[in-house]
């Protein structure tokens, strides 16, 4: 149970299943043939330091060290945007899965419980967002897909929008 509570980049196996109190009463009953009541087995689970709590989402793919990296240089181009009056524009292209709830399970009391999104095959929807720094404005252009036709679309329509 532990492993299931583990996030997921740090595992070396893919998680185990989530553990309801109804599959924890029949595996009770298949493993030692024990008859037990749901209201037991939460108690004795409470008992042993776990609590049922919503899971969040951690994408697998996301790379801490990277992350960093990039935080680092923005705040090197925001820095250098502000001081010599460059215009800095951000432009990102998002998808947003319709991707399943994170659900309920037991985890380590206090602890963070993490369950593994990757969203294979999913409907999408994409959209690109963005940020003019110096005038402070945020734009949002919704499109089917993201490609390399649809940015430079969106970046003609940022030219026309931006004063010159």
Not at 13 to 40: G, Y
Not at 57 to 85: I, M, S, V, W, Y
Request: glycine share 6%; charged share 25%; with cysteine.
């Amino acid at each position: 149970m532990k492993l299931a509570a583990t996030p997921p980049q740090q595992r070396q196996e893919q998680p185990q299943p989530r553990w309801t109190l109804k599959l924890l009463v029949s595996w009770i009953k298949a493993q030692f043939n024990i008859d037990c009541c749901r209201d037991t087995v939460g108690k004795t689970l409470k008992q042993l330091g776990l609590s049922w709590r919503k899971a969040r989402k951690l994408l697998n793919k996301a790379n801490p060290h990277k992350r960093a990296e990039f935080l680092e240089t923005l705040k090197g181009l925001l820095d250098h945007a502000l001081q010599h009056g460059h215009l800095l524009i951000y432009i990102d292209e998002a998808h947003i899965h319709l991707d399943t709830d994170e659900g309920y399970g037991w985890s380590i009391k206090g602890e963070r419980f993490w369950v593994s999104s990757s969203s294979p095959g999913r409907t999408k929807v994409s959209f690109y967002g963005v940020y003019i720094y110096n005038l402070g404005e945020v734009r949002i252009f919704p499109w089917d897909t993201a490609n390399g036709l649809n940015t430079i679309d969106v970046l003609k329509k940022i030219e026309n929008r931006i004063p010159k």
